[in-house]
């Protein structure tokens, strides 16, 4: 599970807010998310060359909104659409995602950290910045 903090305006209030946001892929949803881009998810590094900025930002969306739920009182981790709805309307889809393209926040490092542990464990992080899967 990835636990982002972002800080974004407030629509109606105009002042600055901070909000906590959850993300996590089971391994089912990873493997739809990745039929649903025709593979490039899962080869990225191997097709990185030939994704267009346009395909990149499509495939930072779907993350979030596959990834996104909220994080209940008593423990659970709930993806409502309703409320993934709302999250990809407001302020703070639009700072994530910002921080995503701009590289304030490292791509690789917020896939790895949504993945199910059994598979997340595998991965790591090249000195170029590439996601390596240990085997």
């Known amino acids: 599970m990835k636990k982002v903090t972002v800080t974004c305006e407030n629509v109606f209030t105009g002042e600055e807010e901070t909000v906590d946001l959850y993300f996590h892929l089971t391994q089912a949803e990873l493997t739809m998310l990745n039929l649903s881009m025709n593979g490039k998810f899962e080869n990225y590094n191997e097709n990185k060359e030939s994704i267009s900025p346009e395909e990149n930002v499509k495939m930072f969306e779907a993350l979030l909104e596959k ?63 590439q996601i390596k899967v240990n085997k």
């Open 67 to 129: 990834a996104y739920g909220q994080k209940t009182a008593d423990g659970l981790f709930i993806k409502d659409e309703t409320a993934k709805k709302a999250f990809l309307c407001s302020p703070a889809y639009s700072a994530l995602l910002m921080k995503l393209i701009n590289g304030e926040e490292n791509v690789f490092e917020f896939i790895i950290a949504c993945l199910p542990k059994e598979i997340a464990s595998k991965m790591s992080i090249t000195e170029d910045g």
